[in-house]
């Protein structure tokens, strides 16, 4: 693993990326100005649409490829989009102003709805599968009121006879492909930039992006939100473009061909669901005249073969041989580190780091913890010991979530947890790095590190920065492991120990002033282990951290630790140094089977 | 009094659709999106016995059969590879669906059919003149439930499936074979799906696109039921009770999303659902 | 690390690694365990018991070496094939359908309904507390009973391999010496091959023929039980 071959320099690439996009950029606008020069009528109205939906489909790749949100939504912010344009223009009127109208209503109304959706789908304990039912239902529900609209929306036949812009068929082809054209390199450079990682980070491991301090439903809503009025701008397009509008275009059946069209190109690609979708489209078009039923029989044939085998598309195939460099560890390249001033965001309290009053947590009946009372302050390194079940994974979690515990009060800098969740509690000086290394792993080594200051310094939507600015111990953790020369290596391809580390010096990122670390040496090896000693002692002992210690080999507590306690069947039966308990006859007794010895 | 019997013979029509795609998600954790298209081939199993000559009643274990062989099938090829991947088995099932309609319309064409009714006619009950049909409904819903019951807490099949529900990783380490389990499960729901189909055919036209109509309602009320059969009949009961007033006194197009947006609703308030019911 | 020929070993573990994702909980860890003994597998939390148990029976794969029963390989062999060729597990997480009566709970280790009365009465003999209360939920039995059940579900078919994780955990004496004398007289009656996974070394001294430390998935020390064992384990297990 140590002596791999020079690998191509990303930064290099890095830098020749917007190029790449701009000469992209240039030849597909190229290709939608100079197209209706070349096409048949039927073509161009055809291709009209598919660059339409095209739009559409960014915004599913957006949210299911990227973020990892199945949503069949798109649709009927769509729908509205184009209702609210033809509606507006139907029954009041053609005008520039009220085109213009017509225009800003296409995106505000879809993105109003779009918080409400997104406030409804993401809260705090969500599942996915929740967010994919509502937008099932959302569409389905838009529909419905299309139908029983009346006149207002033509029910059942829609709308048609209103006046819209007044471009030909060729103004309207080569306006969608701008219009796609922008959207799509907006969404290229926003994913490849340093805010747009956040969307493969939630995909990932949305608990680690809330344990960074993130909150990642307001982020999910935002994107919501944002891609309602991409969508709603995409209905302003067709409801001029086509001139008419119809129930179907709202509705969950429309929602999922857009889904099978960004499947199908590969998401998580951008360009793979916008070929796709032009591709399956204009297929569709012309060969749904000579054998309708048997063309969408193969889509769907495809699709499901597709999903089984090649769940990411066919651009999986095509990245396979260009993205070589992404599969194998990179020795050198990435960002610069560039070590940062501490950043001192926190209020500095007097009184005791963390400090935890009565502390009780039952599942039922069942008492899990027990009348915990424990003080915690700046530089102390207290390891939390005891047999398995008594309660001491439990007791981590009560510290950074302020909705788990049963009772007893939690304070951390003087600040009561009651109710927060876990990014509100990070932001009070916590980091909590979890038992399996909980880490972002399609992601590269500094995409990882730059996640964890995307809370404290709101990253940027256009570019990504060759620097990466880190706390000095994070960049000494780095490089004590060596993980400074993986920098721009994909974190699935590093060793287990390796991943502790990054997830160590993630958490160390956060500028924590309370460290809670649950097993970080499980599974290590013994030179690892070594090294994660020295490290955590040098973060309390020089640099003034708190940190708090599950762990199971003793030896490696004794070593490090300035004080340990003791828990067993969920109550604190011992709190000293070393020493103390080391020597202690209730520790023995716990430790050989309950009878005295 | 109309009303009272609308509301249950309702809520019994949602129970029959949905009781195969619950028994499905309770055991493999899996949303089946072909449901929908499993209550065609049920339908056309109809069309195609009534095509036969034979008596409309012997429709409903062929619909059994073909619902459990096709679903047989689909377990092997397509859910298997992907119980760790749940969203992605929505949309390869949804894929199957469409899949399946498409094989439905070349070769039946995409016109409404027509079948022979099973249970014409009307009956006199609690004062009111009322169709039988519905009446039967209401019977075939309760005969399903309780034989869900008895496959449940009287086979030993019915116990597996049980221990797979509340803890599969014991399950498997006691030896149970979870893979047939499941197999069977998957079938037995689908099957039952198919014969659902069958009980539809007097009440909807049958068309190749006749399933997806249903299949949002089930998989809200799935949604909102867990694994349990018991609450699931406790939601077609509110919900369809719901979606009949509203289609009543506001407005039928208003209805059909009742059920829909009381499931979203109940499932924002408490993600388990009904499920502790 | 045993000096056992093949033909007395009931069970053997060359080399064997295993472990959860990119994680190795066990590493090349070698074992022999004589046909119809006790042997008694200590270690501290986390050092890799309960794993181990799980590779045995094929519920964590195996990533390197090799697992014997009777001399043939059982690596790659489902759980359910182990359990029919007389393996019992007795596990610690998690180890009762709470929610089931007991005696669906004991029904579910059986292969057919119609082993299960004779099954029961093997069971009932070990522990007749079960046999008045089989309509029971397994949730309401108390934290010992609970530890019987699981003991007794383990026997129902009497294995000729019983792999047993911390079944002494949190128990009271009197109900690990009744959980002592049912293994004892199950090896007794039918020379049942038992390995125990223990932190209490009062309880596994007590009942092992042999004993072995683990300790970060490797075999530590090892012996035989006799005079000095019990020091040379609290040596391991102590802090």
Redo the contacts between chains.
Sequence with gaps: MSDTVTAPIPSAAGRRRPLILAILAGVALALVLLGPLFLDRFSMNVLTRSMIYAILAITVDLLWGFTGILTFGQAAFFGIGAYASAMLLTHIGSSPALLGLALVLAIVVPVLLGVAVGWLSFYYGSTPIYATVISLVFPIVVTQLVYSGGTLTGSSSGLVGYFGLPFGLEGFFRLSGICLVAVAVAALVFVRSDAGRLLTAIRDNETRCAYLGLNTQRIKIALTATLAGVAGLAGFLYANASGVVAPENTGFVFGTELVVWTALGGRGTVLGPVLGTIGIDYLSANLSGELPFLWQLIVGALFVVMIIFLPNGLAALVTRFTRRGRSEVVAGGGPTLVPEKPLHHMKTASGPLLSIERLEKSYGSQKVLEDITLDVAPGELVSL?G???AGKTTMMRCLTDGKERSGGTVRIAGQDIAGMIPNQIVALGVGRKFQ?ASVFESMTVADCLRMSRAALEAPSFVTASDALGLPPAAIEILRLTGLDKLLATEVSLL??GQ?QSLELAMVVSLEPRLILLD?PT??LTKTERTTIGAILKKLTSELGFAAILVE???DFV?DISSRIVVLH?GRLVLDGSVQE??NSDI??TI?????H? | MTLLLDIVTTAAILFIVSAGLLAIFGVLKIVNFAHGAWLTVGAYCAVVAGGLGLNPWLALPLAFAAGAVLGGVTERLIVRPLYARPLDAILATWGLGIVIGQLVTLWFGRDVQFTESLLPGTIHVLGTTYSLYRIFALGAAVVIGLGFAFLLEGT?LG??A??II??E?????????TARIRLVTFMIGTGLTALAGVLLTPLTSVDPTMGVAWLIGSFMLVMVAGSSFGALAVACLLFGGAQVLVSTFISPILGGITVAVLCALVLRISSKGFARV | MFDSSAAEAKLELDGVTS???????VRDLSLSIRRGEIFALMG????GKTTLL?TI?G?VAARGGDIRMDGASIVGAS??A???SGVG?A??E???????SIR?NL???VH??RELGAALERVFGHFPFLRDRLAQKAGTLSGGEQKMLIMA?ALMLGPDLLLID?I????Q?TVIARIADALRAEREANGTTILLVE?????ALDVADRWAVLK?GEIDDSGEVGAGSRERV?EH???
């Design positions: 010991v047999p398995n079940g399996v060793s287990h991943k097993e499980a599974g199971h080999d003793l004794c069947q308990v080391v520790v023995k430790y050989s089977g309950g009878e010895v | 030993r116990l597996s049980r221990a509340m803890n990783a014991l399950a498997r380490a006691l030896g149970l074979d | 472990g959860y994702g990119p994680v190795a909980i501290k939390n986390g050092m799980k029976l519920l759980p359910k182990l359990v029919s597990y596990p610690q998690q180890p009762l359908f709470q929610d089931l669906d029904r579910l280790a057919s309904d579900r911390e002494s955990e949190g128990l004496p932190q209490n070394l009062n309880f970060l609290l297990l102590k802090i």
